[in-house]
Nanobody, 117 residues
Framework: QVQLVESGGGLVEPGGSLRLACTAS??????????MHWYRQVPGKNREFVGS??????????NYSDSVRGRFRISRNNELNTVYLQMNSLKPEDTAVYYC??????WGQGIQVTVAS
């Protein structure tokens, strides 16, 4: 069973930046063929959609929630089979566990992002 693996989380001060990465546990599972999503979740709340990027054949169009639009950016490196979430101008309310998803049943284990002074 293929899994997605997130990396790059951690602690950052308000106004700072982080870049999360999402790769597949199996190289043959090509992320470029999937609409890749990022979600986030804080304890006691539902998982929240952050953004998505369409497949490479569809042109890699991006979609973002209102809460992150203009600050976050999703991109791909097809050679590395990796999807990124670049997070800029981070706010304390961005603190959450972030997950990548292939638009279907496959999720990462989640990675903590904490924005605090």
């Amino acid at each position: 069973q293929v899994q997605l693996v997130e990396s790059g989380g951690g602690l950052v001060e308000p106004g700072g930046s982080l870049r999360l990465a999402c790769t597949a546990s199996r190289v043959s599972f090509r992320l470029g063929l999937y609409i890749m999503h990022w979600y986030r979740q804080v304890p006691g709340k539902n998982r929240e959609f952050v953004g998505s990027i369409s497949t490479i054949p569809s042109g890699n169009s991006e979609n973002y929630s209102d809460s992150v639009r203009g600050r976050f950016r999703i991109s791909r490196n097809n050679e590395l089979n990796t999807v990124y979430l670049q997070m800029n101008s981070l706010k304390p309310e961005d603190t959450a566990v972030y997950y990548c998803n292939n638009g279907d049943q496959i999720w990462g284990q989640g990675i903590q992002v904490t924005v605090a002074s």
